[in-house]
């Protein structure tokens, strides 16, 4: 059986990318493949931590016997599944799209013959789930009082960031760490075909309160899950 500091801790990961429906055969999409979200929580599992893994994509079968899997497609369904869990630990490994078609037409669109005109799709603002999640725990731990014995959840956000430079990759990821308020940032380089949908990838991790960036990479998916394990074991406050 596993000890260290993840054993018996829940653990809620996010992954794949958000689809949004435009009608009830199409929708707006995004290039995510799940595949990072798989490898942390098949890590976390390896770790002895009770998965909960909120997703768009299918997991793989060895996963999906070893996680409770919660199936969703849109942002808001991901945003339900998120909120209403109170993990020790949040990884929001998913893409979510940041607009949504304003309304789902309930039957599909049609072209019409003889017009050549096309329709015109709205979008709104999604609700940024990982602000929601941090704003969540940081009302619930307030008001208790420092003797009582709670966890603080720590709570992983992911950036996609395209640059040239390793510092302006980093500078931009410092500053949506602070902006959205979580524990951990995982940064990752993307654009032209690297990182949506490879098996390996180069990561910075970077943890709120520090300087340090831990830079792992090119390297599997499965070797970032770990790394990234390794340092929120560090911040789960112990039992
Ligand atoms: O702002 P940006 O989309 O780059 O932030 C990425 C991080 O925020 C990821 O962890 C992603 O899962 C999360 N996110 C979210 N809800 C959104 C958009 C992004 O939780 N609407």
């Known amino acids: 059986t596993p000890s260290g500091a993840l054993a018996g801790r829940t653990v809620l990961v996010t992954a794949g990318g958000t689809r949004e429906a435009i009608d009830p055969v199409r929708y707006l999409g995004n290039r995510s493949s799940g595949k990072m979200g798989f490898a942390i929580a098949a890590a976390a599992a390896d770790r002895g931590a009770d998965v909960t893994f909120v997703t768009t994509m299918q997991p793989p079968a060895d996963l999906a016997q070893r996680v409770r899997v919660v199936s969703v497609e849109s942002a808001l369904q991901m945003r339900d599944a998120v909120l209403a869990a109170t993990p020790d630990v949040l990884v929001m490994a998913a893409a979510v799209a940041d607009f949504r078609p304003d309304h789902v037409a309930d039957a599909k669109i049609k072209k019409i013959h003889g017009d050549d005109s096309a329709p015109v ?83 910075h991790l970077l943890r709120r309160g520090s300087d340090d960036v831990v830079t792992v990479g090119p390297a599997p998916k499965s070797h970032i899950a770990a790394a990234l394990l390794d340092l929120v074991a560090d911040l789960v406050p112990s039992q």
Do not use: M, W, Y
């Not at 709205?122 to 208790?144: F, M, S, Y």
């Not at 902006?179 to 180069?202: I, M, P, W, Y």
């Open 121 to 203: 799709i709205t979008l709104v603002r999604n609700p940024d789930i990982l602000a929601e999640a941090v704003r969540q725990r940081d009302a619930e731990l307030q008001p208790t009082a420092p003797s009582t014995n709670v966890s603080s959840r720590v709570i992983v956000g992911f950036a996609a960031e395209t640059g040239d430079a390793d510092g302006d990759v980093l500078h931009h990821a410092r500053a949506k760490l602070a902006r959205k308020g979580c524990d951990v940032l995982v940064a990752n380089e993307v654009g032209d075909g690297v990182t949506f949908g490879q098996d390996s990838s180069t990561a």
